[in-house]
C-alpha cells in the first residue's frame, strides 16, 4: 500500500520537473552564455538554471508552503512539515550550455530526512524517471531493473569529474588505474542521468567524488528501487566524498577497490 503523502509528493514531483524540463528544452537560448561561476572559473550557471530553479521552487511553495528546499543555485529553506525537496534545476548544465544532450532535472522529496520521492527528467532523452520508496523505480511508467552482476572485467561502468584542478588530477589517476580492469569507462557529465542508467541497465555501475545531495538524492533512489546498491565509502552512505552505486554483486567488488585506490580523496 503506498503511503498517501508520498504518492502525493511524487504527483507534485513529476509536475515541476516536467514543466522545467519543458521549458528548458524549448525555451533554450541560442546564444546561451555563462552567467557565473562558482568554485573554478569551469564550475558554470547560466541564466537557464536560475529561471529553472525559480520555477521549481516557486511551485513548490505553492504547492506545499510548509516544505523545505534545498536547490543548487541557492534556494534554501528550512520547513515546518518535514518534508524538504532537494532540487537540481540543470543536472549536467556544462552540456546544456554546449548544446549536447545528457542532460536532466532532478528533484527527490525527503521525509524527516529520508528519500521517499526521486524524479528525474531527461528532456533530450523524451524520459522521465521516477522512483518512490519500497514502491519500484520506473522509466517512462515501465518497471526498470539493474543489469545482472557481470564479471568485473566486463562491467561498463560510469563516472564523473570535479571542477577543481587538483582534484580532476587525482580522478584522472583512479580512472588510469580503474580502465584497464573493466569493460568501459563512460563519462556523460550527469550524476542523476548515470545513476538512472545503473537503474535501467545501461550502465553496470557509477561512481563520483564531490557530488552534492542534489545531484544523486533523486537518481540514488531510483538506483535503488531498481535493485542496485547505492553508498560511499565502506559502511558509509553517498556523499559529497564519494556516491557508488551498482549492483549488489558488483558493489561488493567496486567499493573496497575505490576505497584502495583512494577515489574518496584528492
Ligand atoms: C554535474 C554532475 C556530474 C559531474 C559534473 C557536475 P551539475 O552537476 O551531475 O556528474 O561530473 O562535474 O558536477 O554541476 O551540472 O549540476
Redesign the pocket.
Known sequence: MTDPLNARLLDIALEAARTAGAMLRERRPADLGVSATKSSPI?VVTEMDIAAEKLITGFLAEQRPDDGLLG?EGADVRGTSGVRWVI?P?????NYLYGLPS?AVSIAAERDGETVVGVVEAPMRRETYHALLGSGAYANGERVHCRPTPPFEQALLGT????LTERRAAQADVVRTLLPRVRDIR?S????I?LCDVGCGRLDGYY?R??NP??YAAGALVAREAGARTGGRPGLDASNELTVAASPGLFAQLQPLLDELGAWHD
Not at 540543470?90 to 556544462?94: K, P, Q
Not at 557529465?189 to 542523476?192: D, L, V
Open positions: 564550475d543548487e537540481d540543470i543536472d549536467g548544465t556544462v542532460w564523473g569529474f570535479g571542477y563519462r557529465g550527469s550524476a542523476a548515470d563520483e564531490g557530488l542534489w545531484d
